[in-house]
């Protein structure tokens, strides 16, 4: 059975750091695109960044470039985002998802695979 594990959130001041895990059970994650998404109360999941673990290529949304940093640790079956320079406007429940390779989308209709979510709250 395919799972997502998804673990990091907490409560941050502003200009902070977090870094979130993604654990992979069922499946391995090589073969896959990793994404993150954050949902905000009263507004659509939105992409935050993604990684095709097969050859580590990356896409970030314009809202966390240079902030943000998408990683895989395959031998533990894991992705990162690490989260700095941290603002209020962060604050959302994150999720990570996953699916085969396809030129990294965006949207969250393309990704089948999802888990939990982990909270972040970034307080001014």
């Known amino acids: 059975e395919v799972q997502l594990q998804a673990s990091g959130g907490g409560l941050v001041q502003a200009g902070g750091s977090l870094r979130l895990s993604c654990a992979a059970s069922?499946?391995?994650?090589?073969?896959?695109?990793i994404a993150w998404f954050r949902q905000a109360p009263g507004r659509e999941r939105e992409g935050v960044s993604f990684?095709?673990?097969?050859?580590?290529?990356?896409r970030y949304a314009d809202s966390v470039k240079g902030r943000f940093t998408i990683s895989s640790d395959n031998a533990k079956n894991t992705v990162f985002l690490q989260m700095n320079s941290l603002k209020p406007e962060d604050t959302a429940i994150y999720y990570c998802a996953a699916d085969l390779p396809s030129g990294l989308p965006m949207s969250p209709n393309m990704y089948d695979y999802w888990g939990q979510g982990t909270l972040v709250t970034v307080s001014s």
């Open positions: 990684i095709d673990v097969r050859d580590g290529r990356t």
């Open positions: 069922g499946f391995t994650i090589d073969d896959y695109a």
